[in-house]
């Protein structure tokens, strides 16, 4: 079975400066899809950004980033320029692509960074 | 933005007691699940829902639980005889492909079990 780590329960960041998430995962497949969603006190859950394992080319959406390392398993977030806004719970997810397979379908969460933005 | 509407917002119920929590998936979507969140704690999968039938449910949806799409728009999760560890974030979540572009959440039902 696959599982989803966030070593980091909470990070802070100053208003405007830059901070990574970090995420690692265990799987025995080849083909998959990570995300992250953000999850603000409204407690709905946001689609941040999403990577397709077999795209080297790390996912980018305006000021965040990943940095997906498959070798090693870890795919990391980075929000640039951080914003208010930005402050939320963040979880990095998993899915298989493989149809068929035991978790086909189904997202796989990590436990969770807090991430509070100081002004 | 198409949005995936639950509701009620908040529920509290006896224990012992059936509650179903209500979900309008996305119109063309054709993937359908159910996710649970107890406070503080990670999000976990409950069931996947395609083609009028069950594809894939964790060992958390046991027989107290099921899931029903019953006029074409809604999809429901019930709860038979709901437990205080039932207590928890309930969200309902669809997909137009099987979720490979990522899933839209509801804003979820927060069930509390006394």
């Known amino acids: 079975a696959q599982t989803v780590t966030q070593s980091q329960p909470e990070m802070s960041v100053q208003e405007a400066e830059t901070v990574t998430l970090s995420c690692t995962y265990d799987?025995?497949?080849?083909?998959?899809?990570l995300f992250w969603y953000k999850q603000p006190p409204s407690r709905q859950m946001i689609l941040v950004i999403r990577?397709?394992?077999?795209?080297?080319q790390n996912a980018t959406e305006n000021r965040f980033s990943v940095n997906f390392q498959k070798a090693a398993k870890s795919f990391s977030l980075k929000i640039s320029d951080s914003q208010l806004g930005d402050a939320a719970m963040y979880f990095c997810?998993?899915?298989?692509?493989?149809?068929?397979?035991?978790?086909?379908?189904?997202?796989?969460f990590g436990q969770g960074t807090i991430l509070t933005v100081h002004p | 933005e198409p949005e995936v509407t639950q509701t009620p917002s908040h529920q509290v119920t006896q224990m012992g007691q059936e509650v179903i929590l209500r979900c309008v998936p996305i119109?063309?979507?054709?993937?359908f699940y159910w996710y649970r969140q107890i406070l503080g704690q990670k999000v976990e999968f409950l069931v996947s829902?395609?083609?009028?039938?069950?594809?894939?449910k964790s060992e958390i949806f046991d027989d107290q639980f099921s899931v029903e799409r019953p006029d074409g728009s809604n999809f429901t999760l019930k709860i038979r005889s709901t437990k205080l560890e039932d207590s928890a974030m309930y969200f309902c979540?669809?997909?137009?492909?099987?979720?490979?572009?990522?899933?839209?959440f509801g804003s979820g039902t927060r069930l509390t079990v006394v």
């Open positions: 979540a669809s997909s137009e492909a099987s979720g490979s572009y990522g899933y839209t």
């Open positions: 799987t025995s497949e080849s083909d998959y899809y």
């Open positions: 990577q397709e394992a077999y795209k080297q």
């Open positions: 997810a998993y899915r298989s692509a493989k149809a068929g397979g035991t978790s086909y379908g189904k997202l796989t």
């Open positions: 119109s063309n979507h054709l993937y």
């Open positions: 829902f395609y083609n009028n039938e069950i594809s894939e």
